[in-house]
C-alpha cells in the first residue's frame, strides 16, 4: 500500500485497556481524518442488537473461523478467556489500501505484538485509563456479566504491565477526552503529514 506520493501508507494499530475508550477515540480520530478506516474484524461471538454484518464485525461461525485459520486468511487473532475469538483478516487491509486509504485496527494488545511484529507499516497506539475508572465504564456499558467484568479488570492490569514494558510505540492515558483525543490527533497528523518522510513515532 503506498500513498500519492509512492511512500507505504502507514497501519495505525489501536489498542489498549476494555473501557479505556479505544472506540470512542476512533470515532473522533475519523471526524478529522477523513482518509482513514476501519478494518472490520471477524469474530465468533453473538451479534448484539444494533449490529450490522459487515460493518461493526463480520460474524462467522467457529468452524468458518477454523477454516480461515488454517488457510492463513487472518494477519492476527485472539482467543478470549471467556471462549470467543476475534481476527484481522488480510483481505480488509488490502481493501482498505487499494482505495487509498489508511488502514485502522482496532486490537487486542496481543493481537497489536503480533501485527507490529508481523507488519513493518504497522504503528501502535495504546489507550490507558485508571483502573477505577475501567471498573465504571465497563459496569455501566452492562453487556457484561460481573464475573466477565472480573476478568477483563485482571487482563487490563496484565495488558498495562505490556504498556509500562515499551512494547508500544505510543501510549495515551484517556483521563481526560478531550486532551487525549488532541494528543491521539497530533500523532496521526505526524504520520499523515505530506512534508519529510513517515517515520514511527
Known sequence: ????????????????????????????????????????????????????????????????????????EFLE??????????????SEIERIGQDGNVCVLELETEGAVNVAEREPRAVTIFITAPLPELERRLTERATESEGEIGERLKVAEEQLALAEAGRFDQVIENDDLERATDELSAIVSGLLAPAGTMQRP
Do not use: C, N
Not at 22 to 40: C, E, N, S, Y
Not at 77 to 90: A, M
Open 1 to 72: 500500500m503506498t500513498s500519492s506520493t509512492g511512500r507505504p501508507l502507514p497501519v495505525l494499530v489501536i489498542t489498549g485497556q476494555s473501557g479505556a475508550g479505544k472506540g470512542t477515540l476512533i470515532k473522533r480520530l475519523f471526524d478529522r481524518f477523513p482518509q482513514l478506516q476501519l478494518a472490520v474484524s471477524a469474530t465468533t461471538r453473538a451479534q448484539r442488537p444494533g449490529e450490522v454484518e459487515g460493518v461493526h464485525y463480520h460474524f462467522i461461525s467457529d468452524e468458518e473461523f477454523d477454516r480461515r485459520l488454517a488457510a492463513g
Open 77 to 90: 487473532h485472539h482467543v478470549f478467556p471467556w471462549g470467543q475469538r476475534s481476527g484481522t483478516l488480510v
